[in-house]
């Protein structure tokens, strides 16, 4: 009986680490669903980026209200944590405070904690009203309704029971060790729990230590829980950024891939030398491939990846000029639509042990629209305001390339443009004879 907590800790953190790694292992099969793409280049640009980006919070600081709350919370939650591995050895080992022989930097360490968590709370309290009592225009867009407004406000009440039950284990803790009670070592400062000690001061010792260990393992079940929460949530993205920002875009903005098969194409049409009726070399009679995206396995990994570390923060739908003068486009709804898209897709898959069995649907049309498409005007400015390097205009042109080269299905006036440029060697209904009429008027 005497090692029961321990073994009953072990089982929970077993299991709620277990149910964790069957997660990643999902995760990581569905992002691997998206066509290779090579980003080894580089190396040391893409760690700076990770360490800038990702690790120094510098685009979230580009709106310094959000941005500030936003460091208090990613700083004080991550630092927070760190007593979590405390927390465990103590669950596993029968021990109470086991890194309290740490003397004054224990102590300074507990007490910058508190001082941390008290941060969280007030930052949570701060995002919460923005949420849902101002209600900051790019959390109310269409997009936000339902599941996505509900995860968001999740996370801010889960950081705030977890917070807050940090600090009522800390202030009945304090209570025991000024009573003396077995166990409870005099360890720590409490430089914010101490203002919670006189709630708990008509409290008898064994009450004491029930609402210590209750918030304890609250607190520790909790954390458990809200890590096998994270693979259902935007929240995905406190672990994904780092990666995603990694593997960012590297070119500039503005450059767009080529495909490779179109340009041999082009370059064989402009080669004076080629032979227009030589027979294809052996290695290129494979079956064409399909040009753009209709699907999310037409995307690459890359794009997928970035589908899950969508924070659905919004900032790329309110700088989005499509979006401001009313179109239907919101990028943020782009990446939204393929990671809902590809959950549909793996659980098709894990439905079907392990194959995918085409369900009649596909992103285009039943998750994007057309008109969503065409709405964007190729500015970038998502890309240019995204926080965690996250690029919705890839997957725009993706599946815009599959409706002009596979279906042929661009809006008239492109499809004119297009006729014209590939007629008359330029956008205008003009043969190019008269070019140079202009000259003579
Ligand atoms: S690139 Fe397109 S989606 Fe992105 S901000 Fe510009 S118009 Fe909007
Ligand atoms: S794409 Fe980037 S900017 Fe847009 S909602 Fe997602 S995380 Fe925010």
């Given amino acids: 009986m005497e090692y029961l907590p321990n073994i009953v800790f072990a089982v929970a953190l077993v299991l709620g680490i277990g149910f964790f790694a069957r997660n990643v292992k999902k995760l990581s099969r569905n992002i691997k669903l998206g066509k290779d793409v090579d980003v080894s280049d580089n190396k040391s640009q893409r760690w700076k980026n990770m360490a800038k980006i990702a690790l120094g919070q510098t685009k979230m600081v580009v709106r310094p209200i959000a941005g500030l709350m936003h460091v208090i919370v990613y700083v004080g939650f991550i630092i927070i944590n760190i007593e979590v591995l405390e927390i465990i050895l103590d669950g596993l080992l029968g021990t109470h405070r086991l890194f309290s022989s740490l003397g004054s930097l224990y102590n300074f360490l507990i007490g910058s904690f508190e001082v941390l968590a008290l941060l969280v709370i007030v930052a949570v309290v701060v995002f919460w009203i923005r949420r849902n009592i101002i209600r900051i ?10 599941w996505p407004k509900t995860d968001g406000n999740m996370i801010l009440y889960i950081e705030l029971v977890l917070m807050t039950l940090f600090l009522t284990m800390n202030a009945a803790d304090f209570q025991l060790q000024q009573l003396g009670a077995d166990h409870y070592v005099q360890a720590g400062t409490f430089p914010v729990s101490q203002f919670i000690v006189p709630l708990l001061d008509s409290l008898s010792e064994s009450s004491l230590i029930l609402v210590e260990r209750t918030a304890w393992w609250l607190h520790i079940l909790g954390i458990l829980a809200f890590l096998n929460y994270l693979y259902y949530s935007k929240h995905l993205h406190i672990l994904l950024a780092f990666p995603n920002t990694y593997y960012g875009k590297l070119k500039p903005q503005g450059q767009f891939n080529n495909l490779e098969s179109v340009t041999n194409e082009v370059k064989l049409m402009m080669d004076p030398d080629a032979d227009p009726f030589a027979a294809p070399a052996e290695d290129d009679v494979a079956e064409p491939e399909k040009f753009g995206a209709s699907d999310v396995m037409d995307l690459n990994w890359v794009q997928l990846l970035n589908a899950y570390t969508c924070t659905e923060c919004g900032r790329c739908t309110s700088e989005c000029p499509a979006n401001q ?29 392990g194959e995918f069995v085409p369900d009649g649907k596909q992103l285009l049309d039943d998750y994007i629209s057309r008109e969503e498409l065409w709405a964007c005007t190729t500015c970038n400015a998502c890309v240019q305001a995204c926080p965690v ?46 070019r140079l009429n202009w000259v003579n008027e």
């Fill in 137 to 146: 225009q790019r959390f109310i867009k269409p997009e936000m309704k339902g």
């Fill in 325 to 353: 003068t009313g179109k239907k486009l919101s990028p943020r709804k782009i990446m939204m639509d393929t990671r809902d898209r590809l959950e549909e897709v793996g659980k098709i898959i894990d439905a079907n042990k």
């Fill in 389 to 434: 390097s996250i690029d919705p205009l890839s997957i725009i042109v993706e599946m815009r390339r599959y409706l002009v080269m596979e279906q042929s299905a661009a809006p008239t006036e492109l499809n004119n443009m297009m006729s014209n440029i590939e007629n008359n060697g330029a956008p205008w209904p003009y043969n190019q004879m008269d």
